[in-house]
């Protein structure tokens, strides 16, 4: 299964793909870590994106599918993938689903989390990344047991360059503009699955779940 998470910057993402990827057995890649990683490495790919990420713009198309459809022939996608971050405009979602064409496969379902403005600005202003497995935390809705330690990893929590709110805000101008086109390309194909993001982490990825059941059936 091939699954494509839509949203805005805070909607929950990476949370939902982690949740996802555990009870679906598939591989969970996000665009954003990779470049954090490659930042974090101080390899040239990271130094290509980095202006781009603090600016809260999107990197160039070429540098991101690139990454994207390498890192997706890697052994661990062939159970199939949740992409979470990527595509973010109509070139990505082209390039993608060409590349899935070559090689038999193709996206089944687009889930688009829906959150409010004022919801995400919460989310993003209070969350903690964990700089080892990059898992998200948020002070108020999911502290770590122990402050700024991941309960996963052990590793140090930190917080993002991005999750500023002038950055928050340009991150939400671009979402609008050049990925909520996406929500139209993706349902005109038939494979949208919008779903509410307001609610207990849980309640939301069951939401999700039950969601991709009922479109599978249609
Ligand atoms: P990226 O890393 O993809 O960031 P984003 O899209 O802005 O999304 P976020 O990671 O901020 O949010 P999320 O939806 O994953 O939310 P999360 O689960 O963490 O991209 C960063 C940058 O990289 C871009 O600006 C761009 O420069 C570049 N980039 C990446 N992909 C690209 C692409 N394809 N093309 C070009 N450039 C690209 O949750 C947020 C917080 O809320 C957490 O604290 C979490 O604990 C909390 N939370 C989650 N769910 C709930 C809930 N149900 N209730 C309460 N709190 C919750
Ligand atoms: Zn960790």
Redesign the pocket.
Known sequence: MYIVLL??????????AALLSEKLKLAHI????L??QALANGTELGKQ?KM??EK????P?EV?IKM?LDRITAPDCKNGIIL??????LE?AGALDKALIETGEKIDHAVY?KVSEAELLS??T????CRGCQA???EI??PPKKAGVCDKCGGQLYQ?A??NTQTIKK?LQ??FAETAPLIDYYSKAGKLVEMQ?????EE?SQRIISGLKTKAKK
């Open positions: 949203g805005a910057p805070g909607a929950g993402k990476g949370t939902q996000s665009s954003g870590d470049f954090r994106a781009y990420m809260g713009q999107l990197v198309n991101t994207v979470d971050g990527f595509p973010r405009n990505q989390i989310r993003l209070g969350r903690w990344v998200p935390y948020h809705s999911s993002r991005d999750d991150r671009v979402f993001g307001e609610g207990s982490m939301i």
